[in-house]
T-cell receptor
Framework: EPEVTQTPSHQVTQMGQEVILRCVPI?????FYWYRQILGQKVEFLVS????????KSEIFDDQFSVERPDGSNFTLKIRSTKLEDSAMYFC???????????FGPGTRLTVL | AQSVTQPDIHITVSEGASLELRCNYS??????LFWYVQSPGQGLQLLLK??????LVQGIKGFEAEFKRSQSSFNLRKPSVHWSDAAEYFC????????????FGKGTKLSVKP
């Protein structure tokens, strides 16, 4: 069964550094998403992406964040200058349509020191 | 604003006992409803979903959920819990239309006693 994959599984970085989290969505899916889960808290929506542009973003997704689909398979989340409060599990998801089931990857645990 | 409430933070049941996890949502239109499960260190796995039609939906691993519009609820049930069901369970609402993001509840952690 096809699945969403994410790399790395765990990323440790220093405050102020840039990080790129990578995701490979399911191949025939058209909508891509990033969510995050701060330890002990709920999963929160960050951004959705369709047709090579952001279709929706939350207030969390400020100018420090960007997303890109650099080729036909990868979907990346970049955090330009990490802060301590960016430490979280970041989940990528994809779906065939805007209202269809979202399938989640295993997540990348980001630790900012 | 749309929201999802899971009133139980932590539930402990004995293996073989029945289970019901509660979920209430706040949304103006008919929502798309989901239950996801997250095992320790793992991602989110879809258990079941409700889009329309029959209000009792069957999912994987023997789980089912019932959509009750009058109560704005989508409770998850399982008749006999297995030790491997110990995990965190998240209820989520999808708004559909042009807004695809999911709104999650805070989750219910399930512990299973032998």
């Amino acid at each position: 069964e096809p699945e969403v994959t994410q790399t790395p599984s765990h990323q440790v970085t220093q405050m102020g550094q840039e990080v790129i989290l990578r995701c490979v969505p399911i191949s025939n899916h058209l909508y891509f998403y990033w969510y995050r889960q701060i330890l002990g808290q709920k999963v929160e929506f960050l951004v959705s992406f369709y047709n090579n542009e952001i279709s929706e973003k939350s207030e969390i997704f400020d100018d420090q964040f960007s997303v890109e689909r650099p080729d036909g398979s990868n979907f990346t989340l970049k955090i330009r200058s990490t802060k301590l409060e960016d430490s979280a599990m970041y989940f990528c998801a994809s779906s065939t349509g805007i209202a269809d089931t979202q399938y989640f990857g295993p997540g990348t645990r980001l630790t900012v020191l | 604003a749309q929201s999802v409430t899971q009133p139980d933070i932590h539930i402990t049941v004995s293996e073989g006992a029945s289970l019901e996890l509660r979920c209430n949502y706040s949304y103006g239109a008919t929502p798309y409803l989901f239950w996801y499960v997250q095992s320790p260190g793992q991602g989110l796995q879809l258990l079941l979903k409700y889009f329309s039609g029959d209000t009792l939906v069957q999912g994987i691993k023997g789980f089912e959920a019932e959509f009750k519009r009058s109560q704005s609820s989508f409770n998850l049930r399982k008749p006999s819990v297995h030790w491997s069901d110990a995990a965190e369970y998240f209820c989520a609402v999808g708004r559909g239309g042009s807004q695809g993001n999911l709104i999650f509840g805070k989750g219910t952690k399930l512990s299973v006693k032998p």
